[in-house]
Nanobody, 125 residues
């Protein structure tokens, strides 16, 4: 069983930055595809970014965050990061860290096996 704990959320003004962290309970997290999702009030959980455990950590992003967000991982620390720059009010949501076994990167929340409890990000205009 893999446990994930997010941190780093907060309230920021538009244009500013935040870095989210996701600490995993086991070093075996290095064998999982790690992803970030977000959920705004009244909306479905949405894929944000993912990173593989192989090939140097290949990254994937939803179109709305490309060029602004960067996902990275430090397997030695069992931690995944989401660097968020040029934040917009539309980025306001609860951000969740997730992990899935296997090698395939998928963007559907139901395909992920483990989830954190989320961290709130609020961007004011």
């Amino acid at each position: 069983q893999l446990q994930l704990v997010e941190s780093g959320g907060g309230l920021v003004q538009a244009g500013n930055s935040l870095r989210l962290s996701c600490a995993a309970s086991s070093r075996t997290s290095g064998n999982y595809v790690m992803g970030w999702f977000r959920q705004a009030p009244g909306k479905e959980r949405q894929f944000v970014a993912a990173i593989t455990s192989w090939n140097g950590g290949r990254t994937y992003y939803t179109d709305s965050v490309k060029g602004r967000f960067t996902i990275s991982r430090d397997n030695a620390k069992s931690t995944v990061y989401l660097e968020m720059n040029s934040l917009e009010p539309e980025d306001t949501a609860v951000y969740y860290c997730a992990a899935r076994g296997g090698m395939q990167v998928l963007t559907t929340a139901s395909e992920y096996d483990y989830w954190g409890r989320g961290t709130q990000v609020t961007v004011s205009s």
